[in-house]
């Protein structure tokens, strides 16, 4: 077992951060968290070994210990919080991260995305911006994600080997688009289909840290065939699914075009087979209706808040208040690269700063906006949550952990403030060492 | 005269952006754009010269030939555009960045801003965070600025000093508070006159290239007699003014019960003689009245408008579009510390999406959201125009200029998408060189 001590902080309910100052996490052998508290000796008796005799001080060391004796890690002064989880980000487009903010959503994809995902037919530049993106993710701090990638087999396949590589684990969806798409990046219903079940079963072999997730791009560029057989697809491999909802309002008037006969477009979705309960994820639903929100609540779908996109591309504000007071699962993503920056801590920001925006609109009583416990909530434990026990330092879960080593203060900060600072004023520069299910992961690429 | 080659971008107007794709910025010994062109001849003998023989091509290089020859900087391929000039920022605040912003203006104040400012009573701190804080504005591009101080002279002095070594050429108040201030940041009301006098005659002698800028905190903060005092000292020394205005709907109640026989905000430091024509910034002015937008726009006031703080804080949303088109002078600020970095192009952004935001409340007929262009102008020549001729490439202007070096891109970029990229995705590590004045400025302070 290894003892990570340091200013331990997580969030395992939106209220309020969870603070042990000068503590400890307690670490198993299999990279999940056994207990935390602040005198190691209560840890280990409560922990029902007492064999605290074994404590074995290795500082600033990592190694573990063979024997049933205690590594102690010791970061003190540091905080160790729980790593990020991005639940929306578009792997391919890192490429074009700050580009085309004049625009809204659709002119955005015809003019900057399709072009920058095509490339990706080329291998050597697939290899080459996915090394350079896994790499950003790591510096950032986000140890999991959900990422679409583009529609090529041999450039997604290269993504998920990339990422078993890095030590990270995240899931990832080979994007499947057969309708309304430019001529050059479009597929025939059968290939697409044909292909995302041959990917399905080269990672099961390949890469078996790196989940696989269906991920139609969305109704206006898939076909009822298509959603269909991939719905088929996620019940026969039980693999989860993602996708774009409610995103732009000509997007949702397109998508009303394309299916008159059903009321909603979260319907649609759910009529073909593409909302497997507690297993979907649905990116930006900011313009939700009461009878959708009814039936993502039922699915239990996560909703993946994008805001940072959702002002760059003039989609709208997420009622972020009332879907968490509707109890549906909200956690806060990047959208890269209709998000121009990876770094969840700004991601916390401008939700934060969205929610409060959204109080202007409509009053306190209605939107009342999001406190930065909730918001950090809302990116480690509920983003964290798709991936199975992950996102807290609560016992049972994978210990995925963030070091984070200050710069010098002028006020005397306690650890809430301290974070309050990286997220909001910190870089990636501050992040001193980060851990995924207990495994220290280094920089992954030059 | 000194001709710098490269992609040089720039907003002499709103609405859209001057590019010369390979050409050359020609300025002359005193620092002074004398011409733009995409042919150096061409460029010589539109400015009567002719003698295009004496052309020194002097690669990577910035020596300035001592002859009546023409150095050439040459750049190619790196874009070459106006320095960012922010007309609001608080100085000693630069530690507390990140802090507090579960709050609103009046307890955050009281809670993180006072005991901050407090500690500026040293002088060995205040040297210490006034070295980074220069550093990091140098960092970023910020070349001009316009700071609130604190209300000590000898650590407002001290920041002077340090920003005349710096090469940088801000202005810089002394803050001004004899009222509602605790009890360990208040002064005696002729103690504060007389000690801002003092400042601005010292400052005269020892920070030649440093413009001392009147500073009272806000009305709140401000009896009567401060106010018609610091007036007068404007008028008499010709020193410009800079305040707090219209930022929270709290602070707004507190002005109209302390002066209710004054009928707005606005009016009370006219009335008292804090609105000298075309010499006065107000930041925030958030919640103006029309009646007050008159005055603004009579006296020729520039707003500094600070979305990232006005969310931070939860502020609210300036109307950004409704008082360009009332034609007031509006330029973006980044607010240290209620902005939560200095970073002029992350403020840029974050203009541009707050007035996004805008339109979702109001519509897209009020609010129509900033361009690219626009928000760029706002940060570089309004900005600039209360330093002068500053802020552009039009003949006449000091050439404050930044170097942006790129990373590789996977589009073809033309020179306005690659200024989009840095604006939004880019960072300090972009910015290769700040000139002043056609001066080469280096790091500051180590």
């Given at each position: 077992?290894?003892a990570?001590?340091?200013?331990?902080?997580?969030?395992?309910t939106?209220?309020?951060?969870?603070?042990?100052?000068n503590?400890y996490?307690?670490?198993?052998?299999?990279?999940k968290?056994?207990a935390?508290?602040?005198?190691?000796?209560?840890?280990?008796e409560?922990?029902?070994r007492?064999?605290?005799?074994?404590?074995d001080?290795?500082d600033?060391?990592?190694?573990?210990?063979?024997?049933?004796?205690i590594t102690?890690?010791?970061?003190t002064?540091?905080?160790?919080?729980?790593?990020?989880n991005d639940?929306?980000?578009?792997?391919?487009?890192?490429?074009q991260?700050?580009?085309g903010?004049?625009?809204?959503?659709?002119?955005?994809?015809?003019?900057?995305?399709?072009?920058?995902?095509?490339?990706?037919?080329?291998?050597d530049?697939?290899?080459?911006?996915y090394r350079?993106?896994i790499?950003h993710m790591?510096?950032?701090?986000?140890l999991?994600?959900?990422a679409?990638?583009?529609?090529?087999?041999?450039?997604?396949?290269?993504?998920?080997?990339?990422?078993q590589?890095?030590?990270?684990?995240p899931?990832?969806g080979k994007?499947?688009?057969?309708?309304?798409?430019?001529?050059?990046l479009?597929?025939?219903?059968d290939?697409?289909?044909s292909?995302?079940?041959?990917?399905?079963?080269?990672?099961?072999?390949?890469?078996?840290?790196?989940g696989f997730?269906i991920?139609?791009?969305?109704v206006p560029?898939?076909?009822p065939?298509?959603?269909?057989?991939?719905?088929?697809?996620?019940?026969?491999?039980?693999?989860?699914?993602?996708?774009?909802?409610?995103?732009?309002?000509?997007?949702?008037?397109w998508?009303?075009?394309?299916?008159?006969?059903?009321?909603?477009?979260?319907?649609?979705?759910?009529?073909?087979?593409?909302m497997?309960n507690n297993?979907?994820?649905?990116?930006?639903?900011?313009?939700?209706t009461?009878?959708e929100?009814?039936?993502?609540?039922?699915?239990g779908v996560?909703?993946?808040?994008?805001?940072?996109?959702?002002?760059n591309?003039?989609?709208g504000?997420?009622?972020?208040?009332?879907?968490?007071d509707y109890?549906?699962?909200?956690?806060?993503?990047?959208?890269i690269?209709?998000g121009?920056e990876?770094?969840?801590?700004?991601?916390i920001v401008?939700?934060?700063?969205?929610?409060?925006?959204?109080?202007?609109?409509?009053g306190?009583?209605?939107?009342?906006?999001?406190?930065?416990?909730?918001?950090?909530?809302?990116a480690t434990?509920?983003?964290g949550?798709?991936?199975g026990?992950?996102?807290?330092?609560?016992?049972?879960?994978?210990?995925?952990?963030?070091?984070?080593?200050?710069?010098?203060?002028l006020?005397?900060?306690?650890p809430?403030?301290?974070?309050?600072?990286?997220?909001?004023?910190g870089?990636?520069r501050?992040?001193?060492?980060?851990?995924?299910?207990g495994?220290l992961?280094?920089?992954?690429?030059?």
């Amino acid at each position: 077992m290894i003892a990570y001590k340091g200013d331990i902080l997580y969030a395992p309910t939106p209220d309020r951060f969870t603070v042990i100052e000068n503590g400890y996490v307690l670490v198993g052998d299999d990279g999940k968290v056994v207990a935390t508290g602040g005198s190691l000796e209560a840890l280990l008796e409560a922990t029902s070994r007492g064999d605290s005799d074994g404590v074995d001080v290795a500082d600033q060391s990592c190694t573990t210990d063979e024997t049933d004796s205690i590594t102690i890690v010791d970061r003190t002064g540091s905080l160790i919080i729980p790593g990020f989880n991005d639940l929306h980000v578009h792997a391919p487009q890192y490429p074009q991260a700050g580009l085309g903010f004049d625009y809204e959503l659709l002119p955005w994809l015809e003019k900057y995305t399709f072009p920058t995902e095509a490339k990706y037919a080329d291998i050597d530049i697939a290899d080459h911006w996915y090394r350079r993106f896994i790499t950003h993710m790591w510096q950032v701090g986000t140890l999991r994600f959900s990422a679409f990638a583009t529609l090529h087999n041999e450039a997604t396949l290269r993504l998920m080997q990339l990422c078993q590589e890095s030590g990270l684990k995240p899931l990832i969806g080979k994007v499947n688009m057969d309708r309304n798409s430019p001529n050059y990046l479009v597929e025939d219903t059968d290939d697409s289909l044909s292909s995302t079940e041959q990917l399905i079963q080269q990672s099961r072999k390949l890469t078996p840290d790196i989940g696989f997730i269906i991920t139609p791009r969305f109704v206006p560029s898939t076909t009822p065939e298509l959603m269909v057989g991939l719905g088929e697809l996620a019940q026969r491999y039980d693999v989860p699914v993602q996708s774009h909802l409610d995103e732009n309002r000509n997007e949702i008037d397109w998508v009303r075009e394309l299916h008159p006969d059903i009321p909603t477009y979260t319907e649609v979705y759910e009529q073909y087979g593409l909302m497997p309960n507690n297993r979907t994820i649905m990116a930006h639903c900011i313009w939700l209706t009461d009878r959708e929100r009814a039936i993502l609540k039922d699915h239990g779908v996560w909703l993946a808040h994008c805001p940072q996109s959702n002002m760059n591309l003039t989609s709208g504000i997420m009622p972020v208040r009332r879907n968490l007071d509707y109890g549906l699962k909200v956690s806060i993503a990047s959208d890269i690269a209709a998000g121009h920056e990876p770094n969840m801590n700004r991601h916390i920001v401008t939700a934060i700063e969205a929610s409060k925006m959204k109080t202007f609109e409509t009053g306190y009583e209605h939107d009342r906006p999001l406190s930065l416990s909730e918001a950090f909530h809302m990116a480690t434990k509920v983003g964290g949550s798709f991936f199975g026990k992950v996102g807290s330092f609560e016992p049972g879960y994978d210990f995925d952990a963030l070091v984070i080593a200050e710069d010098e203060s002028l006020l005397e900060l306690s650890p809430e403030e301290r974070l309050e600072r990286f997220i909001y004023a910190g870089s990636s520069r501050d992040i001193a060492e980060r851990y995924v299910s207990g495994r220290l992961i280094d920089k992954p690429f030059a």
